[in-house]
C-alpha cells in the first residue's frame, strides 16, 4: 500500500521560512517523479514545483522562483521543499505526490497535506 506523508508546516510570519517533507512509502522512491501543489481556500490547486526521479530537472510555478527549492534524497525517500522569503499569500495547504511521470499534473499518488499559514 502506498502512503504519502507531509509535514513541516506550520504558522510563520511574512519573509520567514519553513522546509516541507515528504516521504513517501509502499513504492519503488527513485521510479517516481514528485511535486508539491497547494490549495488556498476559495481556490483552485495549483502546481508548485516538481522534480524528476534524479533531481536533474526541477519546475517552478512563476510565484516562487527564487524563494521556493525542491530537492529529493532518494536513499530516504523523501521529498523536501525549502520555502524563503514567504508571503502571506502563500497560505495554503501543501500537498505532496507521486507522479510516474514528470510534471504531468496527474500525479498517481497524493498525500493529506500540510497547512503553511504565514502572517503578515
Known amino acids: 500500500q502506498v502512503q504519502v506523508v507531509e509535514s513541516g508546516g506550520g504558522l510563520v510570519q511574512a519573509g520567514g521560512s519553513l522546509r516541507l517533507s515528504c516521504t513517501a512509502s509502499?513504492?519503488?522512491?527513485?521510479?517516481?517523479?514528485m511535486g508539491w501543489f497547494r490549495q488556498a481556500p476559495g481556490k483552485e490547486r495549483e502546481g508548485v514545483s516538481c522534480?524528476?526521479?534524479?533531481?536533474?530537472?526541477?519546475y517552478y510555478v512563476d510565484s516562487v522562483k527564487g524563494r521556493f527549492t525542491i530537492s529529493r534524497d532518494n536513499f530516504k525517500n523523501t521529498l523536501y521543499l525549502q520555502m524563503n522569503s514567504l508571503k502571506p499569500e502563500d497560505t495554503a495547504m501543501y500537498y505532496c505526490?507521486?507522479?510516474?511521470?514528470?510534471?504531468?499534473?496527474?500525479?498517481?499518488?497524493w498525500g493529506q497535506g500540510t497547512q503553511v499559514t504565514v502572517s503578515s
Open positions: 505526490a507521486a507522479d510516474d511521470d514528470y510534471c504531468s499534473g496527474t500525479p498517481d499518488y
Open positions: 509502499g513504492l519503488t522512491f527513485d521510479d517516481y517523479a
Open positions: 522534480i524528476d526521479w534524479s533531481g536533474a530537472r526541477t
